[in-house]
């Protein structure tokens, strides 16, 4: 049902960004987010940072999450 959705999503000229957590000992590590970044481009939006594929906890890496935002700020200046 949640996939028809998205599908069915008018998202042309929208910025997006994604990230997500994960963990390298699976093998198929944040696939979630490649799946989200390819229906988002399908619905017609715009990808305008790499994402972001957090092995672990966030909070452990806070200072890489920071980084990607400003990364994002300056590209919407």
């Known amino acids: 049902m ?14 997006v960004a994604v990230f997500g957590p994960g963990d390298t000992m699976y093998p198929q590590f944040c696939k979630a987010v490649d799946t989200l ?3 988002l481009v ?3 939006s715009e990808i305008i940072n790499e ?4 092995d672990g906890v966030v909070e452990n890496q806070l200072d890489r999450v920071k980084e990607w935002i400003e990364e994002i ?3 919407l200046s």
């Open 2 to 15: 949640v996939k028809k959705k998205i599908q069915s999503v008018e998202l042309s000229g929208k910025k």
């Open 37 to 39: 970044e390819e229906k």
């Open 42 to 44: 399908n619905c017609g």
């Open 51 to 54: 994402s972001l594929k957090i």
């Open 73 to 75: 700020i300056e590209k």
